[in-house]
């Protein structure tokens, strides 16, 4: 069983500010992990995935996330927060097998707000 | 551009009226997923179609019933939505080639509203 959790429902940072979400996640085996936002009545768009390869993941829009296996984190960062960025951000989990990679498991969403 | 389309956006059906929610692809993808999503939650998976064969979920309501006439197309049937299945209905894809995998992609989204 997978499980996904996001310290933290909302956060909020000033822009230029850096960005830190948090996501630790439960898998009885190895994982892909993935970072998706969703602007309000929009779709999910994927930021990043991490895939066993590389643990220090760059994704769109300047957004990275660093896999930590000892820690079961997955945190996304941003250096410097942007007006744009103000959204929901989903961590998701998936089982590395065959089939699994569009089978998420999401956490509850961390709302990001960004004051001027 | 639009890879994962979904139609309608918005629905508002009547309590007990049977809705359908469509998708199609571009992408020639041979996995297709349904999610809901309600209100300040995650989205949950209720089931997904691997080519031809169906997966429901274990707790998926029996009220869910989907089909895949082709590859591009694939609906989501609500044989009678009540108060509780208000949500956004996100469609997704992923193409699974044994050791060749791609993370999913989502469509925008219906919106379902049941008055």
């Known amino acids: 069983a997978q499980s996904v959790t996001q310290l933290g429902s909302h956060v909020s940072v000033s822009e230029g500010a850096l960005v830190l979400l948090r996501c630790n996640y439960s898998?009885?085996?190895?994982?892909?992990l993935f970072w998706y936002v969703q602007y309000p009545n929009q779709g999910l768009q994927l930021l990043l995935k991490?895939?066993?390869?590389?643990?220090l993941v760059k994704g769109i829009n300047g957004f990275e996330a660093e896999f930590k296996k000892s820690e079961t984190s997955f945190h996304l960062t941003k250096p410097s927060a942007h007006m744009s960025d103000a959204a929901e951000y989903f961590c998701?989990?998936?089982?590395?097998?065959?089939?699994?990679?569009?089978?998420?498991?999401f956490g509850q969403g961390t709302i990001l707000t960004v004051h001027p | 551009d639009a890879m994962v389309i979904q139609n309608p956006r918005y629905q508002v059906t009547q309590f007990g009226k049977p809705v359908t929610l469509s998708c199609s692809q571009t992408?020639?993808?041979?996995?297709m997923y349904w999610y809901q999503q309600k209100s300040s939650q995650a989205p949950k998976l209720l089931f997904h179609y691997y080519d031809k064969d169906f997966n429901n979920e274990a707790d998926t309501p029996d009220n869910f019933q989907s089909r895949r006439p082709n590859t591009s197309f694939c609906f989501l049937d609500i044989r009678s939505p009540g108060l509780g299945d208000a949500a956004m209905y996100l469609c997704?894809?992923?193409?699974?080639?044994?050791?060749?995998?791609?993370?999913?992609?989502f469509g925008q989204g219906t919106r379902l509203t049941v008055v």
């Open positions: 998701a989990v998936s089982e590395m097998r065959r089939t699994s990679y569009g089978k998420l498991t």
């Open positions: 997704a894809t992923s193409r699974d080639r044994g050791h060749q995998n791609t993370e999913a992609f």
């Open positions: 898998s009885s085996v190895p994982p892909y």
């Open positions: 991490y895939t066993s390869a590389a643990t």
């Open positions: 992408l020639n993808h041979n996995v």
